[in-house]
C-alpha cells in the first residue's frame, strides 16, 4: 500500500515541534530505551557503521552512542534543522564520525557495507514501507542488523474514532510478512501506553508539540472543535482524565 502522505506539511509540524519534542514526546522517548535494550545483545561489530533514520532531535542517537561504540554515524531525518540539537547532544563523545545524511529517506541512496540500519518511530510515516524495507533487503549485506520500532493499529484511536487524526499502521504480522523472505528475527516486543490529559486542549496541545500534526489534512473550525472537545469528553473521560492510546513494537533482525 502507498500512502498519499504530504511530505512537506510532516516536515513543517516536526520542525514547529522542535523545541517542545523532547519534553511532549514521553512515549517516543520511552520507547527509545525500550529499542536501545532491544539490541543489547548485538554484538560489538553491528555498531561499526550505523545508519540512523528518522534522528529527530536525538534523544535514540544519544542512548545510542552512550551505550555502544559507535565508529561512523550517518545521521538522517526528513527535517534537516534537527542536525543543530543532535550534534548538541553528541558533542564531546570520543572517536565518532558523524555523516549528515538528511532528506526523505524513501528517495535517498543508501551508504554500502552498513553494519546497523536503526530507526525510533519512524517508519510509519514512510509512504511505501514495503519497497523500502525491499530497499534494505537489497542494500545490507549478509549480517548487517535491523533495529526499528514504530507505532501500530490502536494508536490514537480515540482520535480516529471521532475525526481524520489518523495514519495508515501496519500489523505486526504485516510487516513480518514483508521481512521474512531476507531476514532472520531477532527480537521483537509490543507495548501499549495511554497518557492522561486534563483537557481536550492539553491533548491537542501535546499532539501538535509532538508532530503528529502531519498525520492529516485536517483544518479545525470553531464549531468543528466544539463538537470534537464534546465528543470525546463524552466517549472517554474517566477518573484519570482524558486517554490517547499510543501502540508500539520494537524489531530486530539480521540480513540473511
Known sequence: ???????????????????SYDTAAVVQ??????????????PDTAFRRVFEVGCCTGVLTELLCRKRNVQTLFINDLVAEFEEPLLRRLAGLPSLEIIPAFGDIESLELPQDLSL????????????????????????QSGAYLAFSLFGPGTLKEFSSISSVELHYYPVQEILSFLEEAFVEESRESFTDTLFF?????????????????????????ESLRSFEEQYEKDFRTENGLPVTYVSSTFVFRRR
Not at 500500500?1 to 523545541?19: G, Y
Request: aromatic letters at 8%; a positive charge.
Open 1 to 19: 500500500m502507498v500512502l498519499a502522505l504530504n511530505k512537506k506539511k510532516i516536515a513543517r509540524c516536526f520542525r514547529r515541534s522542535m523545541a
Open 29 to 42: 522517548n520511552d520507547l527509545a530505551g525500550r529499542l536501545m535494550r532491544s539490541m543489547e545483545q548485538l
Open 117 to 140: 540500519l536503526l530507526s525510533g518511530a519512524t517508519f510509519q510515516w514512510l509512504s511505501d514501507l514495503p519497497a523500502f524495507l525491499n530497499k534494505l533487503a537489497v542494500t545490507l
Open 198 to 222: 486534563p483537557a481536550v486542549r492539553d491533548i491537542l496541545n501535546h499532539v501538535r508539540a509532538t508532530g503528529v500534526g502531519g498525520v492529516s489534512q485536517y483544518q479545525w473550525t470553531r
